[in-house]
C-alpha cells in the first residue's frame, strides 16, 4: 500500500493550503486515517482523523481552522487549512490505520512564513 501525499508549500500567515493524500488501494479498507506533522525538534503529532464513517477529529491547536476530508472515489484524502499560523510549518504527513497495521506517506512541507 502506497500514500501519495502532496500539496505542502510556501504560505503567509492567515493563508490558506490544501494537502493531498492519494492511495494506491481503496481507502474504505481504512479503519482511520489522518494527518499528522512533525516540527523541527518536536514529536510527531496527529492534527485531523477520519474514520471509515466520516466522523472526525481534530486537537484543540487545529479546531475550527483545519477540516479533513476524503473522496472515495479518487481513493484521496484532504486537509483544507485556513488562517494558517507560523506554528503551522511543519512536515506533514499521510496515515492510514487498516486492522492495526500502520502506513504512511513520504511528507510533505508546510512553511508559514512572511
Known amino acids: 500500500v502506497q500514500l501519495q501525499a502532496s500539496g505542502g508549500g510556501l504560505v503567509q500567515p492567515g493563508g490558506s493550503l490544501r494537502l493531498s493524500c492519494t492511495a494506491s488501494r481503496n481507502i474504505l479498507e481504512f479503519n482511520v486515517m489522518g494527518w499528522y506533522r512533525q516540527a523541527p525538534g518536536k514529536q510527531r503529532e496527529l492534527v485531523a482523523s477520519i474514520g471509515v464513517g466520516g466522523n472526525t477529529n481534530y486537537p484543540e491547536a487545529v479546531k475550527g481552522r483545519f477540516t479533513i476530508g476524503r473522496d472515495n472515489i479518487k481513493n484521496t484524502m484532504y486537509l483544507q487549512m485556513y488562517s494558517l499560523k507560523p506554528e503551522d510549518t511543519a512536515v506533514y504527513y499521510c496515515?492510514?490505520?487498516?486492522?492495526?497495521?500502520?502506513?504512511w506517506g513520504q511528507g510533505t512541507l508546510v512553511t508559514v512564513s512572511s
Open positions: 496515515n492510514g490505520n487498516s486492522w492495526g497495521v500502520m502506513y
